[in-house]
Structures are given as structure tokens and as C-alpha cells.
T-cell receptor
């Protein structure tokens, strides 16, 4: 299984809603990532989890709250978002280490619209 | 600051023709360089990954080259197909770092 799955595929939420994005992989990868991608722009790193611990937070606003319940799952909890947070949210995973062949595998993304 | 620049920004070619996309980077120390294909609204899919010692790597109709001395890479697509229409992103990893530096991508459109 070389797949990263993300749910939901699409999400529309109001600025007062609380929602969660989910990501799952069964490749035994110990690093998982959240990216935000605006139209016609490259993905921007938000968070990195290594061995289920948060290792990188790219100064993301607290209205985004990541969670890694176990080595296969990664959640992104959303609360009080702004319309400018509308974007494609990508999850990725990779084996952990400094191996030069290491590749990040991306999920299909969740298209988020904040009204 | 690590940077990855790609050219051209966009490219339109006829089905069946070949094309070459360029990537220049300043990431150092270098670990690897990957080319991803991203369809609109979808996640990036890895096409090739190249390390310091590799000059050329092929994946079907895709051939990537790397010149680590000049810090340049290219992606050559042979006999283009309509399904090749997508954004192609060059991504460079710094040695010993989990973070990747993404290029801004080349938007390729194949027309019949």
C-alpha cells in the first residue's frame, strides 16, 4: 500500500465552525506533514510530525491545530477560520531518516472553502 | 535562503511533441531533487528522484537530468499526451533536513 488517503475531499465551513481534516497512511512512515496550497502556488509547509511528535511548526496560526494520534493517522483541527484560509490542504508522509532516496508521498488533498 | 526557480512558468505544446522544463536551485547542502506532477486540485505525484551522483534518470516518457555542479535540473517529456497537462514542480531537499524547497512550477498544457 503506497497510498496516503485524506478525508473529506471537499469541505465548506463557516467562520464559527469547528471541523477536522484527516490523513492516513499504512506505509510505516514515521514522518507526516501538513501543507497548505493556494491556487497556482507551490505547497507551503505547515507542520511536521516525527515519531508522532510535533517537530516543525511553521508559525501557523492557532486556529489550525494538528494532532497525531498514532503513527498512521494525522489530523488537522480547524476552528474560527478566515476566508483567506480557503485552500487545498495536502498531507504527506515519508520514511524518517537522512536517506538520500527518501521521498514524500502526498495525499490527494482536501479542498477547503471558508465562507 | 534556499530557492528553487523553474522556467518557463507556462508552456503550451501540440500533442505528440517533446518539451523540456528547467529547474535551478540554490539549496545547500544538497540531498536530492524530485520532479512532481500535479493535476489541478490534486496532490503532487512523484515522477523521479535524483541524488548527487545521478546525472540522468528515466520514468517512461519522462527523463530527468541533474548537474549538481551548476545546480540545474531538467525534465524532458517525450511524445506528449493530453494527460500530461498538469503543473510540474521541482522540489529540492537539503541534506539532513526534513523540509523541502518547492519551485513555483511550470504549467504545461497539451493541445490536440
Amino acid at each position: 500500500d503506497t497510498e496516503v488517503t485524506q478525508t473529506p475531499k471537499h469541505l465548506v465551513m463557516g467562520m464559527t465552525n469547528k471541523k477536522s481534516l484527516k490523513c492516513e497512511q499504512h506505509m510505516g512512515h514515521r514522518a507526516m506533514y501538513w501543507y497548505k496550497q493556494k491556487a497556482k502556488k507551490p505547497p507551503e509547509l505547515m507542520f511536521v510530525y516525527s515519531y508522532e511528535k510535533l517537530s516543525i511548526n511553521e508559525s501557523v496560526p492557532s486556529r489550525f491545530s494538528p494532532e497525531c494520534p498514532n503513527s498512521s493517522l494525522l489530523n488537522l483541527h480547524l476552528h474560527a477560520l478566515q476566508p483567506e484560509d480557503s485552500a487545498l490542504y495536502l498531507c504527506a508522509s515519508s520514511p524518517l531518516g537522512t536517506g538520500v532516496q527518501e521521498t514524500q508521498y502526498f495525499g490527494p488533498g482536501t479542498r477547503l472553502l471558508v465562507l | 535562503k534556499n530557492q528553487v526557480e523553474q522556467s518557463p512558468q507556462s508552456l503550451i505544446i501540440l500533442e505528440g511533441k517533446n518539451c523540456t522544463l528547467q529547474c535551478n536551485y540554490t539549496v545547500s547542502p544538497f540531498s536530492n531533487l524530485r520532479w512532481y506532477k500535479q493535476d489541478t486540485g490534486r496532490g503532487p505525484v512523484s515522477l523521479t528522484i535524483m541524488t548527487f551522483s545521478e546525472n540522468t534518470k528515466s520514468n517512461g516518457r519522462y527523463t530527468a537530468t541533474l548537474d549538481a555542479d551548476t545546480k540545474q535540473s531538467s525534465l524532458h517529456i517525450t511524445a506528449s499526451q493530453l494527460s500530461d497537462s498538469a503543473s510540474y514542480i521541482c522540489v529540492v531537499r537539503e541534506f539532513g533536513n526534513e523540509k523541502l524547497t518547492f519551485g513555483t512550477g511550470t504549467r504545461l498544457t497539451i493541445i490536440p
